[in-house]
């Protein structure tokens, strides 16, 4: 899903269905099974959403439940979560979920 406060456009979340707080606690086949689908995401969102790479991050600690941050950067400095925030409208939100499923091969 893509991240409704997110650092850069396309910010997008990997939450498996499965609560669990953290990452390192998660089964190894729903593990596994989250970069393999995070890759999948990460290949489609870099065709839409212009960037040098997709950055991956897991932090943990600001809500109790374990996930996976794909983040479109130029620098590092792009996946600093201290950094400002991008806004979208609705509108925008929907039509970037659009293009990026439009790209993912399932």
């Known amino acids: ?3 409704i406060n997110p650092l850069k456009v396309g910010h ?3 939450i498996p269905k499965k609560e669990i707080d953290y990452i390192f606690d998660i089964d190894d086949d729903t593990i596994s099974g989250m970069i393999l689908f995070a890759k999948k995401i990460a290949v489609a969102l870099k065709s839409v959403v212009e960037c040098k790479r997709i950055g991956v991050v897991v932090i943990g600690l600001e809500v109790p439940h374990a996930h996976i941050h794909l983040i479109p950067m130029n620098t590092e400095a792009d996946i600093r979560f201290s950094n400002q925030r991008e806004k979208l ?3 925008e939100f929907s039509d970037l979920a659009l293009k ?3 790209k993912v091969n399932l």
């Open 100 to 102: 990026i499923s439009r």
């Open 89 to 91: 409208t609705p509108d």
């Open 12 to 14: 997008t979340l990997i």
């Open 1 to 3: 899903m893509l991240d």
